[in-house]
């Protein structure tokens, strides 16, 4: 079982007071965990990599429990999530999909349950690469106004043989949010989209 | 507030090794940076006082969020610098306004000491332009070991009208320091250099 060895790691909040509109009454606040750990497949081609997500979900939880703290505290309040990787130029674009699984679930199960699946992107990039991470409302796709998305990077990573893995959570909408669609207030909460 | 501020991003950076050396405890530091309005952008102000007004609630409030995002007290404080990032409708003057005149009374207070120059960039840029702030032991600039920098970037600031204004707080020094010169448990603290 390859160890997972954290080089870096780093938090950032944004507190979003307004974009040249009426500032909003509670700030919106959108954070990112990123971890900079070692690739163990660079620069081979390795047919059984599954297992290596196993070994992520601690990672993935201590991450997402990060963020929640860094929001205030109280997972309630949490209302949109993005997941990303960026891999190193020893790896391959599979090795980042390996985060898949470890980083959503953490932020599932961290956050009670919910429902949405969690909007993600990955590529190879070199330090310093930054990476839009998207990010959808937790419990329903659709809800319009939680569309968003966060760019993250760190000047020194990924090295060749380094992932970056990324959690994004934030605590509201768009702070202007104009373009109607689904509602949070209309969410069934039946199915993850709607 | 004079500051009209737009948003608010901290950084906190752990590095947990290097070159597969584990760090134990892990080297922090973290960054705090507010996104302004330019009271003066677009035309010649002879009179930079305003904006030297908000170099001195800046500088209080970004060092006490950087000191939060550590979660130590501020005289736990080693290392700080400062920077700032002007948008294109401003002057590199509007910089030297907000960090120099009046920045560091309020930095200084609240990490408790702080007898060394506190170390600063300064540059006009577009929206993700990268700051590397520079960093240097608070009580004495020649502490080799902490000489150090570290970029921050926010993708939509600043805006043509807008200042990014940042500042550095460590509780550390590099990751691995080995390059001799003056170290820490041989400050003597009365001039700020040594």
Redesign the interface.
Known sequence: MPEV????????????????GPPADRPLKRAAALSVI?NPFAGTYADKIETFMDDLKPLGLEMARALVKALGGDRQRIEGYGKGAIVGSAGEIEHGALWHVPGGYAMREVLGGAKAIVASTKKVGGPGA?LDVPITHVNASYVRSHFDAM?V???DAPRADELVLALVMTTGPRVHARVGGLKASEIKGEDGLR | MRAKIRKIVTFLEETHSEMERLITPPTRRAAAVAVIANPCAGKYVEDLSELMAVGEELGELLTQRAVAVLGIAGDKAESYGKAAAVGENGELEHAAAILHPKFGTPVRKVLGKGAALIPSSKKRGGLGVALDIPLGHKDAAYVRSHFDGMEVRINDAPRANEIMVAIAVTDSGRPLPRVGGLTKDQIKGEDGLR
């Open positions: 060895l954290v080089r870096k790691r780093v938090l950032s909040v944004e507190e979003i007071f307004h974009e040249g070692r930054r760019e990077g760190i000047a």
